[in-house]
């Protein structure tokens, strides 16, 4: 993952493509199954879904870029990121069709208690689509991409000069619905984590 530093958070490289939605996203992503919650993702051919009652992040930023989902072309996906991100009744969920058998939901929640909710801190989501009410404090929309968090400089970043960009000091986010590719934290604290498999469909909305 090629990234440009804001505070704590490393930011990939700007694709060709940006999506010019203001969104903030949070997800566990296939990064869970994958056992580590890396930096870098080989990003699976299938999407999954999140719900989350309410989503609290520091340091936001949101730029376009193109992925390759395994198995198929290219495709836009308007990445959100986080310095730090908080999670209230956070649920995830996959349908993976197994022959024979029929389809199986891979269904993820953590964070249930209000007093003490899933957290994140450097984390980024590959975003295929969004529903949420939304409110931002200092934001900043259509930021040149070189100059986000006033251009920091960074030896292996490779800002693209005219690319569009937004960020915002804080993002509050109530009942999202989200669809992703995928998703990667420096670290991710999951309380009170249940996983379950369905046989049929069992999905977060």
Request: aromatic content about 8%; hydrophobic content about 45%; some cysteine.
């Amino acid at each position: 993952m090629e990234s440009q530093a804001r505070g704590g958070t490393r930011w990939r490289r700007f694709g060709l493509v940006m999506v010019p939605s203001v969104a903030a996203t949070a997800a566990i992503g296939v990064a869970l199954a994958q056992g580590a919650l890396a930096a870098s993702l080989s990003i699976s051919g299938q999407e999954f879904k999140v719900h989350v009652d309410r989503l609290v992040g520091e340091g936001f930023v949101q730029y376009g870029t193109v992925i390759t989902p395994s198995g198929q072309g290219s495709r836009a996906a308007a990445v959100s990121a986080f310095d730090h991100a908080t999670l209230y009744n956070l649920c995830q969920s996959v349908v993976v069709p197994v022959p024979v058998f029929g389809d199986v939901t891979l269904r993820i929640e953590a964070g249930t208690d209000e007093d003490n909710p899933a957290e994140a801190d450097n984390m980024f989501i590959d975003v295929a689509q969004l529903n949420a009410d939304a409110t931002f404090s200092n934001i900043d929309i259509g930021v040149d991409s070189a100059e986000v968090n006033g251009g920091a400089p960074n030896d292996w970043y490779e800002g693209l000069n005219g690319t569009f960009a937004q960020q915002a000091d804080t993002a509050v986010l109530t009942d999202v619905e989200q669809t992703a590719w995928a998703t990667s934290a420096g670290s991710f604290k999951l309380s009170d984590l249940s996983l379950r498999l369905y046989h049929g469909g069992h999905e977060c909305f």
